[in-house]
């Protein structure tokens, strides 16, 4: 069992920028992947980004590339996603999630644990 645990969420202007975190604990040997995924009001649940859990092979997705910056802190199990440039369509719960299965690094089908959610908010 791993367990994730989100923090860093809030409210910010358009342009602003966030950084949330995740911290894994339990038995995160058996991760192979971590990453975001996003709500938004009214939708289903969406990639943002994800990284191997050794760290070497990160994906985004389209709406997120070049703005948003995932990164593990392997000491510490925790890992980060940096948002810049934030828009208002970036507004949602924002989840981490770990999977154990494989490589299909944006597919939330295929991620096993999942926090239980941080709110970022983004005004215009």
């Known amino acids: 069992q791993v367990r994730l645990e989100e923090s860093g969420g809030g409210s910010v202007q358009a342009g602003g920028s966030l950084r949330l975190s995740c911290t894994a604990s339990?038995?995160?040997?058996?991760?192979?992947?971590v990453g975001w995924f996003r709500q938004p009001p009214g939708k289903e649940r969406e990639s943002v980004a994800a990284?191997?859990?050794?760290?070497?092979?990160?994906h985004y997705s389209e709406s997120t590339k070049g703005r948003f910056v995932i990164s593990r802190d392997n000491a510490g199990n925790t890992l980060y996603l940096h948002m810049n440039n934030l828009q208002p369509e970036d507004t949602g719960v924002y989840y981490c999630?770990?999977?154990?299965?494989?490589?299909?690094?944006?597919?939330?089908?295929?991620?096993?644990?999942w926090g239980r959610g941080t709110q970022v908010t983004v005004s215009s």
């Open positions: 990284v191997s859990w050794m760290g070497s092979s990160k």
């Open positions: 999630a770990a999977n154990e299965r494989g490589s299909d690094y944006l597919n939330p089908s295929n991620y096993d644990f």
């Open positions: 339990g038995h995160t040997f058996s991760i192979y992947a």
